[in-house]
């Protein structure tokens, strides 16, 4: 049984910062893609940032320099550290695995930036 549970979400104010933890099992993780998505209020499904198999990043243009994704094989998680948060990165974060076009989701963890 596939599960991906993600960690670390809260309240943070404008500026601050989070780190965003995922806890996969049931998967090979190395051989997997993993991303982070976000949903805000009112809004789609975004891709925020990914790593893949081989570590290659990718990151939405909103979160460049201001986030950075990370992977550790050795304990399978993936990790989102946000840094310079704003108000506009509110929204419910979740962890994705994909392979060959199979994705597996965890159940989100709310982050909301206000003062």
């Known amino acids: 049984q596939v599960q991906l549970v993600e960690s670390g979400g809260g309240l943070v104010q404008p500026g601050g910062s989070l780190t965003l933890s995922c806890a996969a099992s049931?998967?090979?993780?190395?051989?997997?893609?993993l991303g982070w998505y976000r949903r805000a209020p009112g809004k789609q499904r975004e891709l925020v940032a990914a790593?893949?198999?081989?570590?290659?990043?990718n990151y939405a243009d909103s979160v460049k320099g201001r986030f950075t994704i990370s992977r550790d094989n050795a304990k399978n998680m993936v990790y989102l550290q946000m840094n310079s948060l704003k108000p506009e990165d509110t929204a419910v974060y979740y962890c994705?695995?994909?392979?060959?076009?199979?994705?597996?989701w965890g159940r989100g963890t709310q982050v909301t930036v206000s003062s």
């Open positions: 994705n695995a994909e392979s060959w076009s199979t994705n597996f």
């Open positions: 049931g998967i090979t993780f190395s051989l997997w893609n």
């Open positions: 790593v893949t198999s081989g570590s290659k990043t």
